[in-house]
């Protein structure tokens, strides 16, 4: 896996690309949420254009993302999710907890809507 | 698929959570080869990767002196995976139900689920050396 960021209208965009499937790769993506959280970066988008698939461990990593950002009044939203990852959303019921869009505007676009920080 | 006879490759690796893209590139490599289709490729390679997570990190504990081997076995219609630890194993029954809204949240636990609802059938047994093999199963047809 791959890691591209960039920001924008104050959104951190975050895009990786390739394989999420654990080990040291997939730990990039978990410490680059932590450290946008740690600096003040509380309204995050994923965007999963570039993902071929994740298994269980890349579903954790947003999880686990989402919810800290949730508890630091923030929000995690995923952007272009893939036939792949939407169909292991669904049979994971994560699809019910997570906010998803078609476009990574459309996600950025959200957060004005939502007036989240 | 261009393979007529039951034929077999396998993978030794230590445990070591980098090891897992050399896993996975195991799977896919020898699929493709064989001209399994894509879309089943990636169910595959998903359920692999968990499976060989599970015996790095919960079987040998990330021990690198134990090995975990990756066997794939092909026939005319679907392809064995047989993934050994050297871990004491578990009760796979026993696992919290992922589904269940206080688990939702829940980071890990994820796994077993992935890959019963991706594989056509899934088994445990008792290795001969003591440890854990998880033997997945998936048809051709299933594409």
């Known amino acids: 896996m791959q890691l591209s960021e960039r920001e924008d209208n104050g959104v951190a965009i975050l895009m990786p690309s390739g394989k999420i499937m654990g080990g040291p790769d997939a730990a990039i993506l978990r410490e680059k949420i932590h450290e946008l959280v740690k600096g003040g970066k509380l309204q995050v988008v994923i965007d999963l254009a570039k993902v071929d698939w994740m298994n269980s461990n890349g579903l954790g990593i947003l999880i686990s993302g989402m919810t800290t950002l949730r508890d630091n009044n923030g929000d995690l939203k995923l952007a272009n999710v893939t036939e792949k990852i939407q169909s292991l959303l669904t049979i994971t019921k994560l699809i019910t907890v997570f906010e998803a869009y078609d476009s990574v505007p459309d996600a950025v676009q959200s957060f004005s809507a939502s007036g989240s920080n | ?143």
């Open chain 2, 1 to 143: 698929m261009t393979h007529t006879s039951r034929d077999s490759l396998r993978l030794v690796i230590p445990s070591e959570p980098k090891r897992i893209a050399e896993a996975d590139e195991f799977v896919e490599s020898a699929l493709r080869e064989r001209g399994v289709p894509e879309s089943l490729i990636s169910d595959l390679a998903i359920a692999s990767t968990e499976m060989v997570n599970n015996a790095i990190i919960h079987g040998n504990k990330k021990d690198a002196s134990k090995k975990v081997k990756i066997s794939m076995t092909f026939t005319a219609d679907e392809v064995e995976i047989r993934v050994e630890d050297e871990g004491r194993g578990f009760n796979p029954d026993n696992v919290p139900d992922p589904l269940a809204e206080e688990n939702l949240l829940r980071e890990v636990g994820r796994g077993i689920f992935i890959v019963r609802s991706l594989m056509d059938n899934m088994e445990y047994e008792q290795t001969d050396e003591g440890g854990m093999a998880v033997i997945m199963r998936k048809s051709f047809e299933s594409s």
